[in-house]
T-cell receptor, first 113, second 109 residues
């Protein structure tokens, strides 16, 4: 069974530029999550999708971050414009449902200079 | 508000030792608790998941326990090996995962 796929693995941009990350969850998983992990901290949930609907985006900085999950499968997370404090690893995870085990992708390491 | 704490923050031990990593949480209303391993520059690998109705789970040299009433979980690693070196994260599921800050483990030969 293929795991959660993410791309790109690394990205370096200047502040005020925009960037987009892509995630392909495990086949059949209805629930998809995006997390932000700042160096030395545990991951923090940014947004949770159930199929293609948003369940929780309470910690998503909506003035600069946006996410979508078209057709309930792949998802993209966008930052526009980026700030220095957005430097982090962005992790995508998927599960069969909210109370089930979550499986994580390899992450995208973003550096904003 | 749910808060998750992990102690110790870092641990360095010689190969062969048995280890205990601790995780505590403030709200016992959880669905389950997951332990993850994270290697430098990599994503998270799920090690064990304990449902709220369970007391422990075992996988190979790993054993995780859960005491929901006291808000505690421990991850026991038997006969540690250099390959166990990584950061270990616990997370409680309250319909979303709330993570601790992790324990950075180094096992030296």
């Amino acid at each position: 069974e293929a795991g959660v796929a993410q791309s790109p693995r690394y990205k370096i941009i200047e502040k005020r530029q925009s960037v987009a990350f892509w995630c392909n969850p495990i086949s059949g998983h209805a629930t998809l999550y995006w997390y932000q992990q700042i160096l030395g901290q545990g991951p923090k949930l940014l947004i949770q999708f159930q199929n293609n609907g948003v369940v929780d985006d309470s910690q998503l900085p909506k003035d600069r971050f946006s996410a979508e999950r078209l057709k309930g499968v792949d998802s993209t997370l966008k930052i526009q414009p980026a700030k220095l404090e957005d430097s982090a690893v962005y992790l995508c995870a998927s599960s069969s449902g909210t109370v089930y085990e979550q499986y994580f992708g390899p992450g995208t390491r973003l550096t904003v200079t | 508000k749910q808060e998750v704490t992990q102690i110790p923050a870092a641990l360095s031990v010689p190969e062969g030792e048995n280890l205990v990593l601790n995780c505590s949480f403030t709200d016992s209303a959880i669905y389950n608790l997951q332990w993850f391993r994270q290697d430098p520059g990599k994503g998270l690998t799920s090690l064990l998941l304990i449902q709220s109705s369970q007391r422990e789970q075992t996988s190979g040299r790993l054993n995780a326990s859960l005491d929901k009433s006291s808000g505690r979980s421990t991850l026991y690693i038997a006969a540690s090996q250099p390959g166990d070196s990584a950061t270990y994260l616990c997370a409680v599921n309250t319909d979303k995962l709330i993570f601790g800050t992790g324990t950075r483990l180094q096992v030296f030969p």
